[in-house]
């Protein structure tokens, strides 16, 4: 099972960037996947998940400016940010529980580096 990160760079405060996340590899389902971020010296937060159904959380700091989307056929998550800000530059990792039908695996992707910056 890999998780393929694209989406990601440098952008301008106040712009949009989207993220995208596709799990690929054999398996039975995917239950939750979700974005989290790191910044150095610091621990990786959540951003935004969402469960299989569609049930979506998000962070304080993004609610209101983030919307999260998955096309479950592709397992496939798409994290849109607007408005953004020099304090959301980060690394994004993806991260999706994967069911082999006998039991749950955690993954999480390589990381995608987001700057914002003028």
């Known amino acids: 099972v890999q998780l393929v990160e694209s989406g990601g760079g440098l952008v301008q405060p106040g712009g949009s960037l989207g993220l995208s996340c596709t799990v690929n590899?054999?398996?039975?389902?995917?239950?939750?996947m979700g974005w989290y971020r790191q910044i150095p010296d610091k621990e990786r937060e959540l951003v935004a998940r969402?469960?299989?159904?569609?049930?979506?959380s998000y962070a304080d700091f993004v609610k209101g400016r983030s919307a999260i989307s998955r096309d479950n056929a592709r397992h496939t998550i798409t994290l849109q940010m607007n408005n953004l800000k020099p304090e959301d530059s980060a690394v994004y990792y993806c991260?999706?529980?994967?069911?082999?039908?006998?039991?749950?695996?955690?993954?999480w992707g390589q990381g995608t580096q987001v700057t914002v910056s003028s």
């Open positions: 991260y999706a529980n994967v069911d082999f039908e006998v039991g749950y695996l955690d993954y």
């Open positions: 590899g054999t398996f039975f389902s995917v239950n939750d």
């Open positions: 969402i469960t299989r159904g569609g049930r979506r």
